[in-house]
């Protein structure tokens, strides 16, 4: 035990003098270059400017396995600045590598950067895209699939084959007239179409029959909750982000913007066509994508009526996320149960509720967290801390409930300490459907309720014994969505609104995780390649 310390300790060390402090010498190495630049795409028909990675439209998908270094050289193309984000990777102790505007200088155009993360104790069905600007209307998004150690049992037998499926809402008008629309204080256009890996209608999975595929879902749309259904096949839900849920049979699952979940699909043994579905959920008129899944040796092509949407809203959409829940006796990245881990039975440190608004500020639309509407300073909030850079950032600028009086512009961060146990309530008192994603760190996502949230529901409402852990949650209008995170990992991390619009207009926030030990078993150092910019350039 004690040598392993050392070991631990002594490897960290040596990462700290090392050029590649971010990743762990004994794990294999996965190494991309990533050319991001513009080309024609057509998904709805007509010919627009996307965003494409070495040719790529969606990106290219990653597979890779737990522990993995994954090495991302990334030559940015474009005429502006970039950054991915690796939605749902914790980047554990390397907010460094996070790729958000709070953690990273924008990597300008015409140059590269290269991200070295670790997929440290994950698995599951995650994606990428990226962070800057409007740039994910126009691409540039794809999925990241962490498969299990070998070492580790998976609580289903192993499929035949794996399908990354990428549904997002999409809008034939360019990204920079979209964004201007948002600058010029406009409200956001409803999209004009669903697609699904890229293409409305034609996409085509080959698949043979009788054998079992897992589908791994992402929503990588910027505002819409789609429906994802496959004609006359069952989909059996076995992970959402991570989590290993019970697994259950579904028809047809939600899966709001920003999130991912998997499904065991069996086909048949008589080969022929079937339709797969992808629609919009909430908004009016209803758009629909269909892709084809293509059995081997089939003679009938997908043919019917496509498969019914559900009838149920809001209030069934709510039971069907009760529904979702952790399988406590199997394990997810690591060999212990996931169950052996009672978040129910911790205190508490601190409850901070957040209520989205829309606010008029100077004019223009914008949307506020706790009435303050984020605005990124030219310094990133991570190079601020390190060199104790003042004037970049104001801690506790968001407040722990909703305060009176109207929503301002500001730098919104909370500030924590490393090892908090936060309940965090999204409060929605619009009547639109939001979605929540935080960064570094997974969440239980506890509780779903309609109507204001007060302390007394916690114990009727909440869910402290097998709610899954995920990094996006959905909250209902008018309703609530109630959260407990484990704040283990050091950072300091982009709590955000998937709605893009939203979140472009100032629907943010930071968590700063904070201890005051320099260390590398808390944090590794700052990465030799840093990029510098605002008051950090000097
Ligand atoms: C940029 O990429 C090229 C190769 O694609 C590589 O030789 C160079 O080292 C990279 N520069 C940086 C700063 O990463
Ligand atoms: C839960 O996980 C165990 C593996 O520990 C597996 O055998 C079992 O089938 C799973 N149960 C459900 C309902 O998914
Ligand atoms: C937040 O700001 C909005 C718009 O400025 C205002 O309507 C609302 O009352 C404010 N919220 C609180 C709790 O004061
Ligand atoms: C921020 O708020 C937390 C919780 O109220 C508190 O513990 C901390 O001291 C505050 N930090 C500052 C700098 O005000």
Not at 88 to 96: E, H, S, Y
Not at 452 to 470: E, Q
Not at 510 to 530: A, K, L, M, Q
């Amino acid at each position: 035990m004690r040598q392993a310390i050392f070991l631990h300790f002594f490897l960290g060390f040596l990462a700290c003098l090392n050029t590649v402090s971010y990743v762990q010498a004994e794990d294999p190495y996965v190494f991309l270059n990533w050319v991001v630049e513009y080309g024609d795409i057509s998904p709805l028909d007509i010919k627009q400017r996307g965003i494409l990675i070495n040719g790529q439209f969606p990106g290219p998908t990653i597979n890779v396995i737990t522990n993995d270094n994954v090495i991302v050289n990334v030559e940015n193309k474009l005429d502006e600045p970039l950054l991915f984000t690796w939605n749902g990777i914790k980047q554990r102790k390397a907010a460094w590598q996070d790729g958000v505007l709070g953690t990273n200088c924008p990597i300008p155009p015409n140059s590269n950067w290269t991200y070295r993360m670790q997929m440290k104790d994950q698995i599951g069905t995650y994606n990428y895209f990226p962070s800057t600007l409007l740039h994910r209307a126009a691409g540039g998004f794809g999925g990241l699939n962490i498969l299990a150690r070998s070492v580790i049992s998976v609580p289903y037998p192993k499929p035949y084959e794996e399908l990354t499926v990428l549904v997002s809402d999409w809008w034939k008008k360019d990204h920079k007239d979209l964004q201007k629309i948002l600058d010029s204080g406009s409200p956001f256009p409803l999209p004009d179409g669903i697609l699904i890996n890229g293409k409305p209608h034609s996409t085509s999975f080959p698949v043979v029959p009788g054998q079992t595929y897992l589908f791994r879902v992402s929503n990588v749309g910027l505002t819409t909750s789609i429906n994802f259904r496959i004609q006359n096949h069952k989909l059996l839900l076995v992970e959402v982000e991570g989590s290993h849920t019970m697994q259950e049979v579904y028809d047809s699952l939600d899966i709001h913007v920003g999130q991912s979940s998997s499904f065991l699909v069996t086909l048949y043994s008589d080969p022929k066509d079937y339709f797969i579905v992808a629609s919009s959920r909430f908004i009016k008129p209803v758009l629909t994508a269909s892709a084809i899944l293509n059995y081997q040796g089939s003679k009938n092509a997908a043919s019917g009526p496509l498969p019914n949407a559900p009838i149920f809203q809001f209030h069934g959409s709510m039971k069907q996320a009760r529904s979702i829940r952790w399988n406590l006796t199997a394990n997810a990245a690591r060999p212990n149960p996931q169950g052996s881990y009672h978040y129910g039975t911790i205190k508490v440190a601190r409850t901070i509720v957040l209520e989205n608004t829309a606010a008029v500020i100077d004019g223009k639309l914008r949307y506020a967290i706790n009435n303050v509407s984020y605005v990124n300073p030219d310094t990133p909030l991570k190079l601020a801390d390190y060199f104790n850079i003042p004037g970049v950032y104001t801690l506790n600028t968001t407040k722990d409930t909703p305060p009176v009086g109207p929503a301002v512009l500001g730098t919104g961060v909370v500030g924590t300490t490393l090892h908090d146990f936060v309940e965090i309530v999204f409060q929605n008192r619009e009547s639109s459907l939001q979605s929540w994603h935080l960064d570094g760190n997974d969440f239980w996502s506890v509780g779903f309720g309609s109507g204001k949230w007060n302390s007394a529901l916690r114990r009727r409402f909440y869910n402290l014994n097998d709610a899954t852990t995920r990094h996006t949650i959905q909250v209902y209008p008018f309703s609530w969505s109630a959260i407990l995170v484990s704040l283990d990992n050091k950072g300091i991390w982009n709590l955000r609104s998937a709605n893009w619009p939203r979140r472009y207009l100032g629907q943010e926030l930071y968590v700063r995780v904070w201890n005051d030990e320099p260390s590398p078993f808390t944090e590794y150092g700052i990465p030799d390649n840093v990029l510098l910019c605002g008051k950090a350039k000097k």
